[in-house]
């Protein structure tokens, strides 16, 4: 089955600690992106992947980092959690770059910073 | 700035009624218009999408209405039923660049039984 996968689905943590949410998609596809989700907000672009080691910021980038060493994975990095932070999270892949490319989505990550 | 914005925030409508959510954007450079849908717990999921060339796109209950001179785009679903309820979002995007996919904010849909 095509799938996004994210890991873990729900985090609560404190100020300063660092984490990773992991993202994984089967699919070989060469985009991939961070998303965050925030009540009258929308969804936002933290960062983009056009392939292994090519990573750009997106539109709200501070406070995270992001690696991408596999076509597959596309962790995201909070170094130093802040509570502003808190939100629910979605890592989403599409073929290419193209923007009419179908993007999918993965489940979701809330995390929660105390 | 938000590229892209959408209305009404939320909706209630009758079952068989009829759902419009409309969303409007700035950037005449904007080439794809996708509207996705988001079930609760589930990441969302493209669910119709138009270009400029056309004025509407029908696939079953849902058509996307176009108008390029206003700027401006909108989801109708037709029928409209409890298993419709979720958030929606429009979208707008670039061919160019990667950076390229705006979303609105988000409608939240509740259909009545």
């Known amino acids: 089955e095509a799938q996004v996968t994210q890991n873990p689905r729900y985090l609560i943590t404190v100020t300063g600690k660092k984490l990773t949410v992991t993202c994984s998609q089967n699919?070989?596809?060469?985009?991939m992106s961070w998303y965050r989700q925030d009540p009258g907000l929308g969804l936002r672009q933290i960062y983009y992947s056009m392939n292994v080691e090519v990573t750009d910021k997106g539109d709200v980038p501070e406070g995270y980092k992001v690696s991408r060493k596999e076509k597959r994975n596309f962790p995201l990095i909070l170094e130093s959690p802040s509570p502003n932070q808190t939100s629910l999270y979605f890592c989403a892949s599409r073929r290419g770059a193209t923007s009419t490319d179908t993007q999918y989505f993965g489940p979701g990550t809330r995390l929660t910073v105390l | 700035q938000q590229q892209v914005k959408q209305s009404p925030q939320s909706l209630i409508v009758q079952k068989g009624g009829i759902s419009i959510i409309n969303c409007a954007y700035e950037n005449t450079a904007f080439d794809y218009f996708p509207w996705y849908q988001q079930f609760p717990g589930k990441g969302p999921a493209l669910l119709i999408a138009i270009r400029p060339d056309v004025s509407e796109k029908k696939e079953g209950r849902f058509t996307i209405s176009f108008n390029k001179s206003a700027k401006q785009f909108s989801l109708h679903i037709m029928d409209s039923q409890p298993g419709d309820s979720a958030t929606y979002f429009c979208a707008a995007s670039l061919q160019t660049g990667a950076n390229n996919l705006f979303f609105g904010t988000g409608t939240r849909l509740t259909v009545i039984p």
């Open positions: 699919m070989n596809h060469e985009y």
